[in-house]
């Protein structure tokens, strides 16, 4: 590749794709239409020719639609690579997207009339989803990998308040779904219209941002030292990136993977110069946005079923990225949320572990006495509340403490600090595998969830970790994979709930972590469960010890790698498997409860398992009561409230000064 | 004993490793030297089980390899890699321990036989001191003794060290190469060590191994390869050799 990427991209590449897209859309006009009227429609279209018609006011505008997003989309994309000089920035993977979705749902909802001036508002939310993702990656001095960390862990934050959304006002699901699905379909020009204007005003800007750009394409002291001002640079380059994806949020919704895609491949293809990559990343990336949408259009037919094509588009596109994960050549360096020296050792861990425990029983207690009643705060002793709280306390405890055992077991299999059930994308593989049950066997009885839900963590562990090996367990090939994973839940997800499917909203209540619906059985298979895993696990200390030492060390030592990861992983898999039944795929306990373990000195492998355990079964208890209590009389699921909690922990982990 | 018959080692894209006939006696010091890429490194990955030799076969006292279970075969053979992993939050004697496993094994007890090997390891590469210390705290020679002192708790036959003073400056160079020699000697241990300074090598080695291109070169005492010509076949470098002002043993120094 080395080779080849010195050489300009051939020509070739760009006919044959403008032949293939001419070819798409011929192919496409000649199902809405014969060929007999194609002429009259170019020269005057009989407006009361119903072909002509929706030919007119609605495939065309719709083509124009994917080729502008689709282009912008991959210019925002390159603007943003070249002033962070990181090859994964995106408008996704930074939140910018998501900022700028949850900006324009919370105006819809609260504020419609707002809306007149949609853009500036996407851009409002957009620009604060940015800055706060720099606020996080900032003082570790925005190295790519901390910087793509802090955009998946805002996204994942703003994805849960737009869930909560969703959740507290039902009846505007649908509007909602407009900012968030990406459907390019269109009824006039008026899209068209609102976009070209603004697009062309960015254009204009980027012409004029060329020439210092290419600079940054030197280190930071190399630019500067050329006397580029490179604050100001870095931050109008940002500003026109993220007004071009408001615009785009604005008028069709989040399209995923556009933006990482186009100048991705414009890349691999061999653009190597900013002005190559300026070219070729919008026409790849209208041209990709094109031709999905021709699929969808297809595919779905006149069938009534709005498939929106962003959700399409994030579907290919994170099998892409994981096809270009093994290739991108990425800088070093290792997000730790807390380097090694400083942290705390127990010299006596059973005293601390006895506290826990008490405090986990003495919380579950008051969980289930103490609440808010229609009388306001009340002690509760009536068995009739009491068999209703029982099996949500045990449930949340339950999964609680499987996710903290897998968070503790992922960090330890591969020797990072980051890895977690949530971020390594595993509870999302759990999740699809769970949903797909869902819609293909209408109450399925406990063990196929729980099966199903298995199979779905361990296929995505698998994929996971066949891809880390290939690079030694680095952290951060570890992660990208991770954020492919999720992307590709988050699109099933919205292609699901946008098929308006009656089972949607049950699969939302159950996305969100609600342990609303839990049963008893449910919730002692939950206890249970954890508990002989664990039991299980504490065996396995040794091996969990010599683990994070990396490859050679453990096998020189004869561990039996094959086994050990193995046996492991299953672990893993299972109890994310059974964690997400109950409490839905996002939470961050399994990020957190480690990570506390950790920070309160538990730094043996077997204290630290039965830390994590206690910790994450704490918290979810906590998380189930404030639930119920905070907004009392609604309730707000356990799931989600921990992933708030923890989204923000989070970011004060990964915000601290080293 | 290593035995290796037509041993091959390639990636995709080219040989590492030609076809390699070699015989390793226990109880001496080994040096391996060559050229960056000679497949010095490899070797010795190879022989550690660390990586699966393409083909030919490596016998450890006339049974291949892979028929050494896993535990089996740490009990005879210890391996430090050439890059040190982080040891977060751990203290020495903690990692020293570690050195213990192929003995106890995941389930067994941690006996006194263990903890009495742990001491006399510590003892050994005199990191006594540090035992409650955090291995991360230590500077980059007393690191280097502190791995030192897991692999002696391995209680094996055999060392293999892959670029034990890669990152250390010249006075930590010397000490942990002369404790290593001064064990080897002591324990009777076989070591087996790739060094990227020939004076080094020829210095503390009893044998060396000479590799060029994935292919074996030459291999004798010090003193016989200790010349002009074998220098300059080995590194491709106009060398001299002239004699050590204090020692019996000769220099080398590049004339280019």
Known sequence: MNSAALQPPSRLWLAALLLLCIGAALFSLHQQMPLAQWGALIWQPELNNLD?????????????????CGGALGLAGVLMQQ?????????????????????????????????VAREWLALLGGGLATLLVFALARRRGLSPLTLILAGLVVSLLLGAVNVMLMLLQPQGLAALFIWSAGSLSQNNWDGVLFLLPRLAAALLLIGWLVRPLRLLELDDSGARSLGVSLA????????????????????????????????????????????QRLL????????????????????????????????????????????????????????????????????????????????????????????????????????????????RILGAAGAGLMLGLAGSLL??????????????????????????????????????????????????????????????YSPDRLLLVGIAIAALFDAVKMLVLSLNDPRGQSVLSWLS????????????????????LLLLCLPLARWLTLLPLGESTPRSLGVPMRAARLSIMLAAAMLTAAATLLVGPLSFVGLMAPHMARMLGFHHARGQLLASALIGALLMVIADWLGRNILFPDQLPAGLLAALVGGVYLIWGLGRRR | MFQLESVTFAVPERTLLQPLNLTLPPGEMIGLIGHNG???????????????????????????????????FARQVAYLPQQLPAAESLTVRELVAFGRYPWHGLLGRFSVDDEQEVARAMELTDVTRFADNLVDTLSGGERQRVWLAMLLAQHTRYLLLDEPTSALDIAHQVEVLALVHRLSRELDLGVIVVLHDINMAARYC???????????????????????????????????????????????????
């Open chain 1, 280 to 391: 070729w990343a919008p026409l790849l990336g209208a041209a990709l946005l094109l031709l999905t949408d021709f699929g969808v259009q297809y595919f779905a037919g006149n069938s009534s079923v709005l498939l929106p094509t962003g959700g399409v588009t994030a579907l290919l596109g994170a099998p892409l990225l994981l096809w270009l994960i093994p290739r991108l050549r990425l800088p070093a360096g290792r997000p730790q949320l807390q380097p090694a020296t400083q942290l705390p050792r127990l010299q006596r861990e059973q005293p601390l572990l006895l506290l826990m425990a008490l405090l986990l029983l003495g919380a579950a207690a008051l969980a289930l006495l103490f609440g808010l009643g229609p009388q306001g705060w009340s002690w509760v002793l009536d068995p009739q509340v009491l068999q209703w709280r029982i099996p």
């Open chain 2, 38 to 72: 000679s497949g010095k490194s490899t070797l010795i990955k190879l022989l550690a089980r660390q990586q699966t030799a393409t083909a030919g076969s490596i016998l450890l006292d006339e049974r291949p390899l892979h028929a050494w279970g896993e535990r089996e």
């Open chain 1, 411 to 472: 960090q330890r299999l591969t020797g990072n600090p980051m890895a977690s059930p949530e971020l390594m994308g595993i509870s999302a593989g759990a999740a699809m595998g769970l949903m797909l049950l869902l819609f293909i066997w209408i109450g399925a009885p406990l063990w196929a969830r729980l099966g199903m839900g298995f199979l779905g963590a361990l296929i995505t562990l698998l994929i996971i970790i066949s891809f880390a090996r290939r690079h030694a």
């Open chain 2, 206 to 256: 009893d044998h060396l191994v000479a590799l060029h291109s994935g292919q074996l070169l030459m291999q004798g005492s010090p003193s016989e390869l200790m010349n002009d010509a074998c220098l300059e076949a080995i590194y491709g470098l106009p060398m001299t050799v002239i004699p050590h002002p204090d020692q019996q043993s000769s220099i080398a120094v590049a004339r280019a």
């Open chain 1, 83 to 115: 002033v962070l000089r990181n090859p994964l920035a995106s408008p996704t993977t930074l939140g910018v997207a998501n900022g700028a979705q949850l900006a324009l749902a919370l105006a819809t909802l609260y504020a419609p009339t707002l809306l």
């Open chain 1, 513 to 532: 972590g609600s342990t609303y619906f839990v049963e008893l059985p449910t919730a002692l298979m939950a206890i249970a469960c954890g508990v002989a």
């Open chain 1, 232 to 275: 100001k640079l870095r931050l109008l380059g940002l500003a026109v990136a993220v007004f071009m994806t408001a615009c785009v949020v604005s008028s069709v919704g989040v399209i995923g993977f556009i933006g990482l895609a186009a100048p991705a491949i414009a890349r691999l293809l061999g653009a190597r110069t900013l002005q």
């Open chain 1, 52 to 68: 002509q018609l929706l030919v007119y006011y609605s495939w065309l505008p719709r083509l124009c639609m994917a080729v502008l």
